[in-house]
């Protein structure tokens, strides 16, 4: 069964973005985007929320025509536009790009999804993420933490009444100073039964 793995970036103070939206502080240089682009070339599909979904497509659909562009950005380019991407939005009729629109996020179809063959399924997009959790979909937790501190934005973890128990699977410094914490689910991928005695 693929696993859902959260991919995010998020400040030393916990916030994926600043109050006005501002990602400036992303500090995503070759190595980094390098790693990521291995890292997504495996996905069988993102998902995203409607803003995060339109907030890439209005960037990389064209990028490797920017003869400014660096290697990692037009690697990355392809990698978007080729990757099958499920955006959920109640309001979008029709979304490009190798896209479909899912309504609501239902457990059901999710977990139909997680069942097909593929690569792994990368979300984003941290109100997409909170329903996700909300449900208890996700498997892997892939956060770069930027060593920076923002003060105020949006967090990536919205306040919640549920606990989930994580292990961690692995860490990566990179020379700009972001540290990868990769974490999973601590009872395995959800909808795998345990195995053993």
């Given at each position: 069964?693929?696993?859902?793995?959260?991919?995010?970036?998020?400040?030393?103070?916990?916030?994926?973005?600043?109050?006005?939206?501002?990602?400036?502080?992303?500090?995503?240089?070759?190595?980094?985007?390098?790693?990521?682009?291995?890292?997504?070339?495996?996905?069988?599909?993102?998902?995203?929320?409607?803003?995060?979904?339109?907030?890439?497509?209005?960037?990389?659909?064209?990028?490797?025509?920017?003869?400014?562009?660096?290697?990692?950005?037009?690697?990355?380019?392809?990698?978007?536009?080729d990757t099958p991407k499920i955006v959920f939005s109640r309001t979008l009729e029709r979304a490009d790009w190798n896209t479909t629109v899912m309504r609501?996020?239902?457990?059901?179809?999710?977990?139909?999804?997680?069942?097909?063959?593929?690569?792994?399924?990368?979300?984003?997009?941290?109100?997409?993420?909170?329903?996700?959790?909300?449900?208890?979909?996700?498997?892997?937790?892939?956060?770069?933490?930027?060593?920076?501190?923002?003060?105020?934005?949006?967090?990536?973890?919205?306040?919640?009444?549920?606990?989930?128990?994580?292990?961690?699977?692995?860490?990566?410094?990179?020379?700009?100073?972001?540290?990868?914490?990769?974490?999973?689910?601590?009872?395995?991928?959800?909808?795998?039964?345990?195995?053993?005695?």
């Open positions: 069964m693929r696993k859902i793995t959260l991919m995010m970036s998020v400040s030393l103070d916990g916030f994926i973005e600043g109050p006005d939206r501002e990602i400036d502080w992303h500090m995503v240089d070759d190595e980094l985007h390098r790693f990521v682009n291995e890292r997504l070339r495996s996905m069988g599909a993102f998902l995203d929320g409607r803003v995060t979904h339109e907030l890439m497509a209005g960037v990389w659909p064209t990028v490797d025509a920017d003869p400014s562009s660096t290697a990692p950005m037009v690697e990355f380019a392809a990698i978007w536009r609501d996020v239902d457990v059901d179809e999710i977990m139909a999804l997680k069942a097909q063959p593929g690569g792994d399924l990368s979300l984003g997009g941290a109100d997409l993420a909170a329903s996700f959790m909300r449900y208890d979909l996700i498997d892997e937790y892939d956060i770069y933490v930027h060593p920076v501190l923002i003060g105020r934005g949006k967090p990536l973890f919205p306040a919640s009444d549920t606990r989930t128990a994580l292990r961690l699977a692995g860490t990566r410094t990179f020379g700009n100073g972001v540290v990868l914490l990769r974490y999973e689910r601590a009872g395995g991928p959800v909808g795998e039964q345990p195995t053993g005695p």
